[in-house]
């Protein structure tokens, strides 16, 4: 998705991930400010006290949270503990969830939840918002893009 922000579009991005933050370095108009801390070789992101006190100190209005899975009853869930006490900081940070996700990971769980599924405002996939799959998801008032 940030390869997508359209070049005009004047914003500040808050972000864990060196992948995204290498992404977003293209974009003239968008400063990055990238969240530090203990590496997860894995996922690329910051991790552990210090991302998650640098994110206490910050009010964003919209957070895009990647997640590894989402369900109606078990709501956000992740593999990594780390990860996901960074994702709640994130949360508590923002004023609006944003869930891009992929159609494989819808209803399906990981080991540890991020959030419940009513945190969630606004769910992005790459399938129609007319499918019924995603319907259940309209009932919880979450807006699917």
């Not at 070049?7 to 977003?24: G, K, V, Y």
């Not at 210090?50 to 989402?70: E, K, P, Q, V």
């Not at 209803?107 to 995603?134: F, G, H, W």
């Amino acid at each position: 998705m940030a390869n997508e922000l359209p070049p005009s579009l004047h914003l500040t991005c808050f972000t864990p991930s060196i992948p995204i933050a290498n992404q977003l370095l293209s974009k003239h108009n968008v400063d990055v400010i990238l969240i530090g801390g203990k590496l997860s070789k894995d996922s690329q992101i910051a991790v552990g006290g210090t991302a998650i006190n640098m994110l206490a100190d910050i009010r964003a209005d919209i957070c895009f949270l990647g997640t590894n899975s989402i369900d109606l009853e078990h709501g956000l869930t992740e593999f990594d503990w780390e990860i996901v006490e960074v994702k709640k900081a994130m949360i508590r940070a923002s004023k609006k969830i944003v869930a891009p996700v992929i159609s494989e990971k819808i209803n399906s769980v990981q080991r540890y939840k991020i959030c419940n599924i009513e945190q969630v405002d606004i769910m992005i996939t790459e399938l129609d918002p007319a499918d019924m799959a995603l319907q259940k998801f309209k009932d919880k008032n979450i807006t699917v893009l």
